[in-house]
């Protein structure tokens, strides 16, 4: 009776899976760093667009009218101190930030408008004395907040932040807490405000931080509409220059351009590299600059390198291999990417958390896909077909016999 089981058991019945260890390939490309300040704290963090439902578009795909939105939050890279700097007017990016987030806006709409009371008089009578950045006031006349808006940002009037964060909050206190919750929520722990214009030397960031709210204010509707106008001709036909730009021919969008003596030099901006009808943009900021020659030199070594750097990369590899397949009866074969996938960008660094989905494999042709691997590339998901890279083949009726356990048992777990 015994033996009436066994045979047929042993011949006929499953192989047990091969085990699998999962390997991590070699790069497909050598890594191409950017190039950041030494000095200061600096940082860039990658943007792509995405299209009208929110979904995200592959450079190549996107079209005319597509908008754009940050990847993640983990920059491409970061250059000088991690330590927190005086950020200067990037603190008045932070106030338009929290005050959208507070009093939503639709792109080209005028908003609700607001009459001007003492304290918003008084405050750039204030900062004019301090020959600090004004645009002027007259107490009772009406701002709407679009106006406001580009007054602070374009024109970086530091009486304007101090408005907006009365009016949006009540008060210059009630606009902080409100501020530094909204950038401990945003995961930008390292960056305070103690003020809605930078003017003190407590409201820093780190170049990491700084590079997304960059990110955030040039993907924000109402903050690119305003920041790409020439000369605003506001209330009472105040004419307001855009105080932002900076090297527009080496493809630089100012986001905000300042200095204070403690900060020096703070720029964020957005950068674009096009590659026939390709464009990667990213986002960044730096800070601590000593003075604008050296800025202009960091910028164009900054571009130079995204130039250099900027191509279309083998995110997923053909024949890269995620895991080794090994059979009881000692077959193995890896696991490799089938179907290349590729993405035009900037890798500082290769793709990383890889996660590898396989199927139960007993035997197998070569080129049976058998699974799929995920990587993280650009602050998206990619994902391809995982196959078999050699045939895993059935030991036959010999090394059945000889090895009943693993088939045993095998047979057992099917059950």
Request: proline share 6%.
């Amino acid at each position: 009776m015994t033996i009436g089981v066994y045979g047929p058991a042993t011949l006929l019945g499953p192989l047990p899976h091969a085990t699998v260890a999962l390997t991590v390939p070699d790069a497909s490309v050598t890594a191409s760093t950017p190039v950041l300040p030494a000095a200061g704290t600096s940082g860039i963090l990658a943007v792509t667009p995405v299209d009208a439902t929110g979904e995200s578009a592959t450079a190549d795909t996107a079209a005319a009218g597509t908008r754009t939105e940050t990847l993640g939050v983990d920059p491409i890279a970061v250059g000088g101190g991690s330590a927190p700097l005086p950020m200067a007017s990037a603190a008045k990016i932070i106030t338009a930030l929290v005050v959208l987030d507070a009093k939503p806006l639709e792109a080209g709409e005028p908003g609700p408008a607001y009459s001007l009371v003492t304290a918003d008089y008084q405050d750039y009578l204030d900062y004019t004395a301090e020959d600090a950045r004004t645009v002027i006031v007259f107490p009772g006349e009406s701002w709407t907040e679009r106006e406001m808006l580009q007054a602070m940002i374009l024109g970086s009037s530091n009486n304007h932040a101090d408005t907006l964060a009365r009016w949006a909050f009540g008060s210059v206190d009630a606009y902080l807490t409100a501020a530094n919750a909204w950038l401990a929520a945003n995961g930008m722990a390292d960056t305070t405000v103690v003020d809605a214009n930078g003017l003190q030397d407590g409201s820093a960031g780190t170049g990491a931080d700084l590079a997304r709210i960059a990110a955030l204010a040039a993907t924000n509707p109402v903050i690119a509409d305003i920041i790409k106008q020439p000369a605003s001709a506001l209330v009472g036909q105040r004419g307001v220059n855009n105080t932002t730009a900076y090297l527009p021919e080496e493809g630089i969008t100012g986001v905000s351009r300042s200095y204070t003596d403690a900060g020096g030099v703070c720029f964020l901006f957005t950068a674009t590299v096009v590659a026939g009808e390709k464009t990667f943009t990213f986002a960044g900021a730096f800070l601590g600059e000593p003075d604008y020659d050296t800025l202009t030199a960091d910028l164009t070594a900054l571009m130079a390198s995204a130039r250099a750097g900027v191509t279309e990369l083998p995110v997923l590899a053909e024949g890269d291999g995620y895991a080794t397949l090994t059979t009881a009866w000692g077959d193995s074969a890896g696991a490799v990417v089938g179907t290349p996938k590729t993405r035009f960008g900037w890798q500082a660094a290769a793709p990383s958390n890889a996660e590898v989905t396989l199927d139960d494999v007993t035997t197998g042709r070569a080129g049976a896909k058998i699974g799929r691997v995920t990587v993280d590339a650009f602050g998206e998901s990619v994902s391809s077909t995982l196959e078999l890279d050699s045939t895993l083949t059935d030991p036959g009726p010999g090394w059945r016999l000889l090895h009943p356990i693993p088939v045993i048992s095998a047979l057992v777990n099917s059950w």
